[in-house]
């Protein structure tokens, strides 16, 4: 079974720090997402990535949020200057199609930022 | 906008018994998708069962199967024969066909021996 690979799982860092997560979608998978689920709280859309661009993105994605997919594999989640409401579970998903078949999520990163 | 509501935060169920976790949204969208994602202690989200709003027929898989009631906007997932793998929390999800996907905040369920 195909499936999504984050890394690191688990990432500690000092409030102000650049942090960047990352994400190996499902390899024939155009549709690529950052997801996030602060403890206990709601899972919250960041981005979706498609065609090398942004495709869509919420509020909660500023200026401090950049996303990429530097070679064939990779799709990495930039955060800069992290503060401490940034903790949170950080999911990536990938789909074939748009959204209506539903995603692939990875396990996730703990981010932590103390 | 669109909002997913799941009014039940926890739910206990015995083995080999039927519990159905309870789901509505709010859209004025005529087509859409909506989804029951199972997320394990393990954390990794996986996607349970899908329903087409287009679609009048109830989606099964398996042990898993939901009432979708259109007019109502509600979407139910039952499942049956309870296992304790089964123990989980339980994402109600809703999608347009585009980029987003809107989340439920979620219903715990424990599976008891």
């Known amino acids: 079974e195909p499936e999504v690979t984050q890394t690191p799982s688990h990432q500690v860092t000092q409030m102000g720090q650049e942090v960047i997560l990352r994400c190996v979608p499902i390899?024939?998978?155009?549709?690529f997402y950052w997801y996030r689920q602060i403890l206990g709280q709601k899972v919250e859309f960041l981005v979706s990535?498609?065609?090398?661009?942004?495709?869509?993105k919420s509020e909660i994605f500023d200026d401090q949020f950049s996303v990429e997919r530097p070679d064939g594999s990779n799709f990495t989640l930039k955060i800069r200057s992290t503060k401490l409401e940034d903790s949170a579970m950080y999911f990536c998903?990938?789909?074939?199609?748009?959204?209506?078949?539903?995603?692939?999520f990875g396990s996730g990163t703990r981010l932590t930022v103390v | 906008a669109q909002t997913v509501t799941q009014s039940q935060p926890e739910m206990s169920v015995q083995e080999a018994e039927t519990v159905t976790l309870s789901c509505t949204y709010d859209?004025?969208?005529?087509?859409?998708?909506l989804f029951w994602y199972k997320q394990p202690p393990s954390r990794q989200m996986i996607l349970v069962i899908r329903?087409?709003?287009?679609?009048?027929q109830n989606a099964t898989e398996n042990r898993f199967s939901v009432n979708f009631q259109k007019a109502a906007k509600s979407f139910s997932l039952k499942i049956s024969d309870s296992q304790l793998g089964d123990t989980a929390m339980y994402f109600c999800?809703?999608?347009?066909?585009?980029?987003?996907?809107?989340f439920g905040a979620g219903t715990r369920l424990f599976v008891k021996a």
């Open positions: 998903a990938s789909s074939e199609g748009q959204g209506s078949r539903g995603y692939t």
């Open positions: 390899s024939n998978h155009l549709y």
């Open positions: 990535f498609y065609n090398n661009e942004i495709s869509e």
């Open positions: 859209t004025s969208e005529n087509n859409y998708y």
């Open positions: 329903q087409e709003a287009y679609k009048q």
């Open positions: 999800a809703y999608n347009t066909g585009g980029f987003k996907t809107i």
